[in-house]
Nanobody, 125 residues
């Protein structure tokens, strides 16, 4: 059974930075496509960023391009989301997800098999 545990969320002022971590246990996820999604209050969960297996190509939602960076450390079985120049509209619960072995970067939520419990990010103006 794969477990994903997010950490690193918190409250920051606009313009600040946070780094989210997603630690996996139960299985090595080095070949899995990994993604970050977020859900703001009253809104549907949306794609944020993803990275293909073995630290391959990445994709980002337009609103975070140039500000967020997804990366992975396969030796630690961990995926990161570095978030810079945070804006109030980035406020949401952020979820980590894992898709399938040798799956490329995908923005489609239904293609993700495992999900973390989420971590809250709050950005004040």
């Amino acid at each position: 059974q794969v477990q994903l545990v997010e950490s690193g969320g918190g409250a920051v002022q606009a313009g600040g930075s946070l780094r989210l971590s997603c630690a996996a246990s139960g299985r090595t996820l080095s070949t899995f496509g990994m993604g970050w999604f977020r859900q703001a209050p009253g809104k549907e969960r949306e794609f944020v960023a993803c990275i293909s297996g073995r630290d391959g190509p990445t994709l980002y939602v337009e609103s975070v391009k140039g500000r967020f960076t997804i990366s992975r450390d396969n030796a630690k079985n961990t995926v990161y989301l570095q978030m810079n120049v945070l804006k109030p509209e980035d406020t949401a619960v952020y979820y980590c997800a894992a898709s399938y072995p040798f799956r490329g970067a995908t923005t489609v939520q239904s293609e993700y098999t495992y999900w973390g419990q989420g971590t809250q990010v709050t950005v004040s103006s």
